[in-house]
């Protein structure tokens, strides 16, 4: 039976529920931005009422100094009222806040024990991966193992092969020395040596030293006769 997409490929269903989670907050924060809305309206609310309780104030007292009494008790009931509504915006507003808070603070902690799930199975999913590339290895190598022996044949032909060449080397060696001529070896060495002893005893004699026995002499040896008299032998 073949696995199932999600079991073959873990990395596209984590995307998926990234996916999802994301789709999720942006709805709640659409309910948290309209909740938030709602504070601003009663903030503005309390605020404009608030300055017309104060100017409604100021007119019943005008008016009870002016002796309008009518009209001060018209604008008292008014104030009255007023003051009603801002009680109440006030007790709406204070709960309005409190749900905001408290939905707010939710969104956050779900955020981070999403984002903190996500990274532990991405740690389970490299583990995962590390455990699944070295059981291929070890499978690969099962299926390939081999010994020494098994290379039986290619290592002969190998042999086989080293041994030809080995052959023909040598025998080319063989010819090239057989073709050699010993006898113009053997005097073109004693040339080399006659002019390395004959290159020696000059030095030797250029610095007034005696060649040792055997050294060729370097040139004419003049015999003394007498005084001023030489001979040459």
């Known amino acids: 039976m073949l696995p199932i997409l999600e079991d073959r490929n873990p990395e596209a269903l984590m995307e998926s529920a990234r996916q999802e989670f994301r789709d999720r907050m942006a709805q709640y924060n659409s309910a948290l931005a309209r909740l938030a809305g709602v504070a601003e309206k009663l903030k503005n609310q309390i605020k404009g009422k608030t300055q017309k309780a104060d100017d409604l104030q100021k007119r019943i007292l005008a008016n009870h100094r002016a002796g309008n009494l009518e009209l001060a008790g018209s604008l008292a009931r ?30 956050q902690v779900v955020q981070k024990e999403f984002e903190d799930k996500v990274r532990r199975m991405e740690r389970q999913l490299s583990q995962v991966k590390i455990k ?3 059981a291929e290895a070890a ?17 002969k032909r190998v042999e086989e092969v080293l041994d030809k ?22 005097e073109k060495e004693g040339e ?8 020696l005893a000059d030095f030797l004699s250029s610095q007034g030293i005696a060649p040792p026995a055997g050294t060729p002499e370097t040139g004419p040896k003049s015999k ?6 030489q001979v040459t032998q």
């Open 78 to 107: 008014e104030l009255q009222d007023l003051k009603n509504d801002l009680e109440t915006d006030t007790h709406e507003l204070k709960d309005t806040e409190e749900a905001y808070q408290v939905n707010l603070r939710q969104a």
């Open 139 to 155: 499978g690969a190598l099962g299926n390939v193992a081999f010994k020494v022996g098994d290379l039986g044949d290619t290592m």
């Open 132 to 134: 699944e590339a070295q």
């Open 224 to 229: 003394e006769i007498g005084p001023g008299q």
């Open 192 to 199: 080399r040596k006659a002019l390395e002893s004959q290159a």
């Open 165 to 186: 060449r080995y052959e023909m080397s040598a025998g080319k060696a063989r010819v090239a020395k057989d073709m050699v001529d010993m006898d113009k070896l053997h």
